[in-house]
């Protein structure tokens, strides 16, 4: 009971740092794109599976409450949820005082605690999903060995892999890790009618989002495919640069006690259920193995294996409830409160650095500043709307602002922060790999009619001059309206504002321009 009420406390404690934090910063370049799913859900997205955008339109009670606050309020619920789980893998793996140690791994770890239970994101709905699989597997395992009957878990399984997958199509690799499992340690499970009757249940979950791509002519797998070649062009760079970003994601200290557990447990001296053991490697491993093989010759992003590193979590939590019998260990007292003061941190620099983290020069500055993702856009509305009160006359009196981008971001920031406020109609026109979603969503958009005006804004950190496949369909493109963003008295980033004059027509109502 003492280690159950010390869980519920850490994630009272928790959650409630999360809700001040996401109150404070603005929504960041995903979060205002999958901001955009929620508008119109549909059974899969360009990028991703549907279920990040169900999360949105649930806990803003159908974009009633279309705030920071609320959007994130589903990552910050997930992780509450996943601590919890946490505790329960732990539970079941040892007792309860390795169930409270493993939900503080997950407390202490960058990428679980703020990157996906900060921020609302694929990942957020897909670790519950992922870690209730993994639950599922594990009471499989114990029940099958006592000769028990399982139904509830087998179903369980089916239907928690299939809505991971419809998180983020990561959640493919619980199969992947179970299948191995199964073949190398435990081949009796294949005799049972669950395992085939689960697997069916998650096909048919995830059917109408396999649908809706083959409608699409696979575009989604088309994207994604063409950012990820195997053997082709080896870079180092990448590789060192993904294993780092893994080690800061999951936290430094954490990720040596899991490398420390890993290794005991390979060893076969971490004292625990041995199927417990290689099921939880099974799971971790290959999606882990998986990306840092493709770090070898594509740029990778840390995030990616994040569930397979939150998997080995549970090694962690009996190595250390093995080793540190009586007391917690003073290294997971450090790593939260690394994270804990990590993240408060990163709020203030988005909040009150003083000039931009990055490139100080023109056309291009702010560059490589990541704190401008979630600052400025509200500054950026207010002084937006001042510049659409002084065009008193002409082309756009009679009509809302038409605004265009040519790339996903900014074109989340400005539907979400000018357009939708200032009731102006925004179409993001490129390609199809530059524009993502916004495809879609441009043919529910009227058309600007010809001889009619519209302004073209892009911001310095991401500069980008008004491309010729868009300035081409307009007889004439003013110099821009340039506006400074200042934090804490400097300046931090330029918006630039080109006034595109007298359209003549041909831009697809879709956007995809060639």
């Not at 649908?211 to 080896?234: D, E, G, L, N």
Request: with cysteine; glycine share 6%; aromatic share 14%.
């Amino acid at each position: 009971m003492k280690h159950r009420r010390n869980t519920i406390l850490l994630i009272l404690l928790a959650s409630l740092t999360r809700l001040i934090l996401a109150h404070s910063v603005e929504l960041s370049n995903d979060e205002v794109y999958y901001r955009l799913y929620a508008d119109h859900l549909q059974w899969n997205y360009f990028d991703h599976p549907p279920m990040v955008a169900v999360f949105i339109r649930l806990f803003t009670c159908n974009l009633y409450f279309d705030n920071e606050l609320f959007i994130r309020l589903g990552a910050v619920c997930s992780s509450a949820l996943c601590t919890w789980l946490m505790f329960l893998i732990g539970r079941q793996l040892r007792n309860e005082r390795t169930g409270f140690i493993a939900a503080c791994l997950y407390t202490a770890c960058f990428y679980s605690s703020v990157i996906a239970g900060l921020m609302i994101l694929p990942d957020s709905s897909q670790l519950i999903f992922w870690l209730l699989s993994v639950l599922m597997m594990l009471h499989i395992i114990e029940k099958h060995l006592r000769n028990e009957k399982v139904v509830f878990e087998w179903f369980g399984l089916g239907v928690f892999s299939g809505l991971c997958i419809l998180s983020k199509v990561h959640g493919i690799f619980l199969w992947c890790g179970f299948g191995a499992f199964i073949l190398f340690r435990q081949r009796s499970l294949l005799k049972s009618p669950g395992l085939y009757l689960s697997a069916l249940l998650c096909i048919l979950i995830i059917t109408p989002s396999f649908y809706w791509t083959f409608q699409h002519k696979f575009s989604t797998v088309a994207y994604h495919s063409s950012r990820i070649s195997f053997f082709h062009h080896w870079q180092p760079d990448s590789f060192f640069s993904a294993l780092g970003g893994s080690v800061l994601y999951m936290n430094p200290l954490v990720y040596v006690l899991l490398i420390i557990s890993l290794v005991a447990g390979v060893r076969r001296k971490l004292v625990m259920h041995a199927q417990d053991k290689w099921l939880l490697i099974w799971l971790g491993m290959p999606l882990i193995g998986v990306v840092l093989l493709m770090s070898l010759f594509n740029d990778t992003l840390p995030h990616w294996s994040g569930p397979g590193y939150v998997t080995l979590l549970g090694l962690t939590a009996v190595y250390l409830d093995r080793k540190y019998s009586n007391t917690i260990p003073a290294l997971l007292k450090w790593a939260t409160g690394i994270t804990a003061a990590g993240a408060i941190l990163a709020v203030l620099a988005v909040l009150y650095w003083p000039g931009s983290l990055g490139s100080t020069q023109l056309p291009e500055y702010g560059k490589h500043d990541v704190t401008l993702d979630m600052c400025g856009w509200r500054q950026f509305r207010v002084q937006f709307a001042e510049l659409m009160k002084k065009e008193s006359a002409g082309n756009f009196a009679a009509t809302p602002p038409y605004i265009f981008a040519d790339y996903w971001f900014p074109g989340g920031h400005l539907d979400f922060y000018v357009t939708c406020p200032e009731k102006a109609i925004l179409k993001v026109a490129g390609s199809q790999e530059d524009i993502h979603h916004f495809a879609w969503l441009n043919e529910r958009q009227p058309a600007l009619q010809n001889g009619a005006d519209a302004w073209y804004i892009n911001i310095s950190n991401f500069y980008n001059s008004p491309p010729a496949a868009l300035t081409q369909h307009f007889q004439h493109v003013a110099s821009p309206v340039v506006i400074p963003q200042y934090r804490s008295g400097a300046i931090v980033r330029y918006f630039y504002i080109y006034k595109l004059c007298g359209y003549t027509g041909g831009i697809p109502a879709n956007g995809i321009l060639q």
